[in-house]
């Protein structure tokens, strides 16, 4: 009843309630100190979501958590990255629930992306097979919403993956009926079974076909999920189309594990170092350490001489180091728009040791290490408030004369120094060594010093030091 009133009923809060007192009740018999209960989709999207969750604690004592999609896609790309070798790939997780589509892309088991679509089984079934038509006809429009949800929410292209993983409901039972009808005996387990997409092609019209209550009787297909299976088939059957994807590979695990380990992980002792976990991720992505450390290193000598007239903070300068070793491992997706595939893979990398809006500071300042500097136009430097985006504007206007000034990737400048002037910014700039040429690099620095020269309102000068 959601999809149409807009609010939970009062028998699903019913059941819901009754089915969380029975795990409360297996929890106290184990003697289980702590609970975790997250709510998804349903309840986010409901009028009466809060009073839901305010029920719950009453009569329950359980404190429900209302997640948003971000969190509900990690966690269950979360328990899939613990159950499968994602390393050296491009994977898309694919989680259907009742009320979204969670999708998750990722490259070599780092997250670079994420989406949430209102393409979850329950709320297509409310809405697009109601029994008012023939099912071949619901089925028909059904699938011509979906196409258009996904066309309007993802690039197949940007999408595209060598292996796509299900986890959720609709996809274990798919793997059951597959399963079934290739004769596994009913207690092996369904992880890592492999549906191709023309079998849930043939699966989706054969289920089709059936009335719902000979549906009830398919093997492997749970009688509880017999009205939504069709709904659940047809998105699992457009997405892999869209993607071009040949197959989807089932796991048995998903939200509920994926909260397991995060709770199991809360107790992780604090890291003392967090440029180890910078360095750390950097090489993960196969970023060039010299030139990384060498740009970190050119960053913090042109901070501590600019930072204050800049009007930099001294907190700043864990997030330019930061982006000074994080800056190019957008380059594990691609050379080719780098910089954004850098913001991506920041931007949900939960083990930084950073809180989430010093991640997404950092994630800024490195998207804007070439190309263009911060705009108003682009959408997440805008919804930052004034004060994060002049750090984002100061710190990435550093960053970017730093990367310039290791243009060749050759660790060739040993050190630079600053002197503002009335009309100018004069950097100049020692070699590593006798033999080193700087040209390229003050070249390089002198090309993006664009941001820099608009915050101190002067011309940047970038020029070797004298007898070199």
């Known amino acids: 009843g959601l999809a149409a009133t807009g609010c939970l009923t009062d028998a699903a809060m019913d059941r819901a309630l009754q089915a969380l007192g029975r795990m409360r009740e297996v929890c106290q018999r184990r003697n289980v100190r702590r609970i975790a209960a997250v709510a998804t989709a349903a309840v986010r999207e409901a009028e009466n979501g809060p009073w839901f969750v305010r029920r719950v604690r009453q009569e ?37 629930g009742g009320g979204s589509l969670e999708l998750i892309g990722a490259v070599d088991g780092l997250v670079e992306q994420t989406l949430s679509l209102p393409l979850g089984a329950v709320r297509l079934t409310e809405i697009h097979l109601s029994g008012d038509r023939t099912i ?13 949800q996904l066309k309007r929410g993802l690039s197949s292209r940007d999408w595209s993956a060598a292996a796509v993983i299900g986890s959720g409901g609709t996809f274990t039972t798919l793997g059951r009926i597959a399963q079934a009808r290739r004769g596994v005996a009913p207690g092996d387990t369904v992880h890592g079974v492999s549906v191709e997409t023309a079998e849930v092609e043939r699966l989706l019209d054969w289920l089709a076909s059936r009335s719902p209550e000979q549906r009830r009787e398919v093997p ?100 330019l180091e930061a982006a000074g070793l994080l800056h190019d491992v957008g380059q594990l997706v691609s050379y080719r728009k780098h910089h954004k595939h850098s913001y991506s893979l920041i931007t949900h990398a939960e083990r930084l040791g950073l809180a989430p809006r ?40 550093i960053l970017r004369v730093a990367d310039g000034l290791d243009r060749g990737h050759s660790a060739a400048v040993g050190a630079v120094t600053s002197e503002l002037g009335g009309e100018a910014l004069v950097l100049t700039v020692t070699p590593a060594n006798a033999k080193a040429d700087l040209g390229l690099e003050c070249w390089g620095a002198s090309r993006k010093a664009d941001v820099l020269a608009k915050l101190t309102r002067r011309d940047i000068v970038v020029t070797p030091a004298e007898n070199q």
Not at 136 to 148: F, M, T, V
Request: hydrophobic content about 40%; some cysteine; overall charge positive.
């Open 358 to 397: 010093e991640r997404g500071l950092v994630a800024l300042i490195s998207r804007y290490h070439r190309r263009t500097g911060p705009r108003k136009r682009h959408p997440e430097f805008a919804a930052l408030p004034p004060g994060d985006q002049t750090i984002v504007r100061r710190l990435s206007a």
């Open 220 to 319: 492997g297909l749970n009688p509880e999920r017999a009205d939504i299976i069709l709904a659940g088939l047809a998105v699992t059957a457009e997405l892999l189309d869209w993607v071009r994807s040949r197959s989807i590979t089932v796991s048995a695990f998903g939200l509920r594990e994926g909260l397991l380990l995060e709770m199991a992980g809360a107790e992780e002792p604090v890291v003392r170092d967090p440029l180890r976990l910078f360095r750390e991720f950097a090489e993960r992505c196969q970023s060039d350490r010299r030139h990384v450390e060498q740009v970190r290193r050119l960053a913090i000598q042109l901070f501590d001489q600019l930072g204050e007239p800049l009007g930099c903070g001294p907190e700043e300068q864990l997030l």
């Open 136 to 148: 071949q006809r619901e089925l028909a429009g059904l699938r011509k919403h979906i196409r258009k």
């Open 60 to 96: 329950l004592d359980i404190p429900l958590r209302i997640i948003d999609s971000e969190t509900e896609a990690a966690l269950s790309y979360r328990s899939v990255a613990h159950h499968f070798p994602l390393a050296g790939e491009r994977t898309l997780v694919a989680d259907i």
